[in-house]
């Protein structure tokens, strides 16, 4: 593999988007540590040296921004506006007819859904944007810090307005980042950046675990942790890459003096045929109902509630109900992005059939029950895995700051697999020996 990267790097056109691919990452670095106007840089780093800042609330996000959202930074609010609006012109694709035919058009659908996509991201930017800078200057970003309600000291409209709209350029320039890796880089800009950011709170997270150990200096908690990381990568990479292969057979036709088909090809349906989108879906509504109570004011019930059974990681019902949500969004997802009906007419039209059933309708039911059998075995190992940082907080007490949390190992998985892909056959396009054998 390490030949591989140096005959990429030997190659003029893929050594430029290499380089041209690692500058834009140390760019956006950089940016995810410049704070915004009107932010105490010192109180926002003795809240964070204290008590890791109480994440539960706001890790998902943090983790998506590089730890950029509790530092307040120029970049806080990360590719999380970007992914949540994609998701969302994923979804109303299928209730929207008016996306769905503009899916249909190819590129020209395809460009006018993302220029759809970057106004959505810049209105959740201008949402998000508002919301974490009405939360440091309540205090709750880190609760427990004496200095939390002065990490901004000024609070007036204006100095919030700059907040605001420095933050929502941030995302813009982060969106655009992305772009140019996709569009002149190695590709994949948007999963990259997302993929660095992650990546970037591994070194952290590992030591604060080696310091909170007590057998041996804290090293037999660290290699455990790095043993179990291995363990589930080796995991997410073996149920990534599994696929069930449906034959198909195309029938030979004449068309003039030429035939056309006779081949036989197959339908892969993979085993997490929704990704990581589940785990993002179940974390997002859950944080719901505790954002809710935290800005509630008075002590009723269903606040006392929602704070006893919905806001700690380890508890039995949260538990249940994070699980029970990723399953019911994985079979969700996997029914709006993937259409028997529409693969089934696809066929047909080109005389295509599946060996032993019938085309048209028969076709679709089969695909349909092979792809809800395969979902069930997809959907339980999304849930477990989701679950690991649950497990780490009750066996090392590492609550958030466990590394190797499900949706972080999918994302890193998944990207670096897609990137040796794209990189592997850009190197085999000018006859040279590739990463995979």
Not at 150 to 158: A, C, E, M, R, T
Not at 230 to 247: D, H, K, N, S, T
Request: hydrophobic content about 50%; proline content about 4%; charged content about 10%.
């Amino acid at each position: 593999m390490l030949t591989a990267f140096a005959r990429a790097f030997r190659t003029p056109d893929l050594r430029k988007k290499l380089l041209f691919s690692l500058g834009i990452i140390v760019v956006y670095r950089i940016g995810t540590h410049i704070p915004i106007p009107g932010v105490s840089y010192k109180n926002v780093q003795t809240c964070m040296d204290q008590a890791s800042a109480n994440q539960g609330l706001f890790g998902l996000v943090n983790m998506f921004s590089g730890g950029a959202l509790l530092q307040i930074t120029v970049f806080a609010l990360g590719i999380m506006p970007y992914i949540t609006a994609s998701i969302i012109l994923q979804l109303l694709t299928v209730v929207i007819p008016r996306l769905e035919a503009l899916k249909k058009e190819g590129q020209a659908g395809t460009t006018k859904i993302t220029q759809y996509t970057r106004y959505l991201t810049v209105a959740l930017a201008v949402l998000q944007g508002t919301g974490l800078v009405a939360t440091a200057r309540s205090g709750a970003l880190f609760q427990g810090c004496p200095v939390a309600g002065q990490i901004v000291p000024d609070q007036s409209i204006f100095t919030t307005i700059v907040m605001v709209v420095t933050m929502t350029a941030g995302t813009g320039v982060v969106m655009w980042l992305g772009e140019l890796i996709t569009d002149r880089g190695i590709g994949n800009g948007m999963s990259i950046l997302m993929f660095i950011s992650i990546c970037a709170t591994f070194p952290s997270r590992l030591w604060a675990i080696k310091k909170q150990g007590s057998l041996a200096g804290g090293w037999i908690e660290f290699g455990t942790v790095i043993l179990i990381g291995l363990i589930m990568v080796g995991l997410v990479v073996f149920v990534e890459q599994a696929q069930r292969r449906i034959p198909v057979q195309y029938a030979k036709r004449m068309i003039g003096r030429r035939s056309y088909g006779g081949t036989s090809t197959y339908i892969p349906l993979k085993v997490n045929q929704a990704g990581v989108i589940p785990v993002i879906f179940a974390s997002s509504l859950l944080y719901i109902p505790a954002l809710v109570a935290q800005f509630a004011s008075g002590n009723s019930a269903w606040k006392t509630w929602i704070q006893t059974n919905l806001t700690k990681g380890d508890h039995p019902i949260y538990i249940a109900m994070y699980f029970l949500l990723i399953v019911f969004f994985a079979f969700f997802y996997v029914a709006i992005s993937f259409n028997p009906e529409e693969v089934a007419d696809n066929m047909k039209k080109y005389g295509g059939f599946i060996p032993g059933i019938r085309a048209g309708r028969p076709t679709a039911e089969y695909l349909g029950y092979v792809l809800n059998r395969i979902t069930w075995p997809g959907s339980l190992y999304l849930g477990l895995i989701a679950l690991v940082p649950t497990v780490a907080l009750v066996v090392f007490g590492a609550s958030q700051n466990f590394p190797f949390g499900g949706t972080s190992i999918l994302i890193i998985v998944g990207v670096g697999l897609e990137t040796v892909k794209q990189i592997e056959s850009q190197l085999q396009q000018r006859n040279y020996e590739g990463f995979l054998r």
